[in-house]
């Protein structure tokens, strides 16, 4: 069913719209919110959206709305048949719904969105970095692309910041007997080990510089060779890394190689953080509560669901820790439990119940503190001029994920904007008026 929205439409508007939509008629039955207006609607629709705008629409509007939902902006002309019939023709392809990874329980359009690239990039032999906050899953999503590649070779999972530095090199390439202190036999290393299949870097960005060399020199010819030996052979295996920090700071602070970064990025995949995906909370405490007792089958007591209180509770928490933080408070909460089959807020821990990470250093932050150190040191802090940007940045993205509307964005941003105020809106307003947004 095709949703119409907007402003009134003038006669010229309504007989373009009445053609498109018998045209889109013919091309498929789907649930789609199209608006018109001169602007975008002030709420994002839940259901996939296309903005049809009747005027000019400069780029940062349309980047915004797209970054609100949007599938597309079009602006209204002649060929608006034609093109709508064409959005709903690729929206019919990219809303079929994608497998999920063994273990992954999730439903919401963030994980519906993930789980979509994870299925395109598994097609492909693309190098694919994984990102996201720690707790996310990039290790499931890893198998799940070596699942779903048809790679008939091992999966090879390596965390680069398990491995101490002077070992790694050895490690991933192997090495002759002779080539070190205590090399008394020939190694081929794991590199060798996943020919036909994927090799995981977990945590790459803790690879030390001289090894970011070499992985360059793997990823472009496929070719490796092992320590102590001049015999370079071609092994056939696809690489997928995986980091929790922002690889494009450490490339502008020297700390990553920039080609590395640029290589290893062609598919770039990030993992939603729980708290962008709550959606599936119910589902995921079900799942984990099941997982608990599969693991804990001699366990002397059993619950059978969480209280709507306690689920509550559950959705308003941050999660800095995401998933693997929820596992972790449920098991901690079901080791508890004496009796009842339903699991209470008075089970749950009290810096859960009070909102707030048991540790301050779990939160996540966006304080680069090494960069602020340098910037006193050089004389060149600007209290008011940072503060001014982290608001501004903040502002954007809320804004934009909620199609302008300062209320909801003042929800996103935690205590801004909230208080006493009856209008939550309100300090928001007052932020955008004064960074000039």
Known sequence: MIHLAGTPLSPAVRKSLAAARIKIG??????????????????APKAPWIWVATKAVEPEQASAVVLAGAYDVIVLGADLAETLARRIAELRIRIEPASQPVGFVGKSAA??????????????????????????????????????????????????????????????????RGAFSGAVANYDGQFTAAAGGTVFLDEVDDTPKTLQIKLLRVLEDHVISRLGEN?????????????????????????????????????????????????????????????????????????????????????????????????????????????????????????????????????????????????????????????????????ELALARTGGSPARAARLLGEVGRGASTDPGGTVRAMMRRLGL
């Open 111 to 176: 994980a519906r969105r993930m789980l979509a690239e994870l299925d395109r990039a598994a097609q492909t032999s693309m190098a694919v970095l994984l990102t996201g906050e720690t707790g996310t899953g990039k290790d499931l999503a890893a198998r799940h692309l070596h699942a779903r590649s048809g790679r008939k070779g091992a999966l090879v999972p390596i965390n680069c910041a398990a491995v101490p530095n002077e070992l790694i090199e050895s490690e991933l390439f192997g090495y002759v």
């Open 231 to 395: 015999v370079w052979r071609q092994v056939d295996f696809r690489l997928i890394a995986a980091t929790n920090r922002d690889l494009r700071d450490l490339v502008r602070r020297g700390e990553f190689g920039a080609d590395l970064y640029q290589r290893l990025a062609i598919v770039q995949i990030e993992m939603p953080p729980l708290r962008d995906r709550i959606d599936d909370l119910p589902e995921l405490a079900a799942h984990l509560i099941a997982r608990f007792y599969r693991e804990e089958p001699t366990s002397p007591h059993r619950v059978a669901r969480i209280s709507h209180t306690a689920l509550g509770v559950l959705a308003r928490y941050p999660w800095p820790g995401n998933v693997r933080e929820l596992r972790n408070v449920l098991f901690q909460s079901l080791v508890k439990k004496r009796s009842g089959d339903e699991l209470l807020l008075s089970d749950l821990p009290s810096h859960v119940v009070r909102g707030q990470p048991s540790d301050p250093q779990d939160r996540p932050t966006v304080v680069d503190r090494a960069a602020l150190a340098r910037m006193i040191d050089e004389g060149r802090m600007n209290l008011r001029a940072v503060r001014d940007d982290l608001e501004r940045a903040s502002l």
């Open 26 to 43: 013919d091309v498929a039955r789907a649930s789609l919110h199209v608006h018109v207006g001169a602007r975008p609607p002030a709420r």
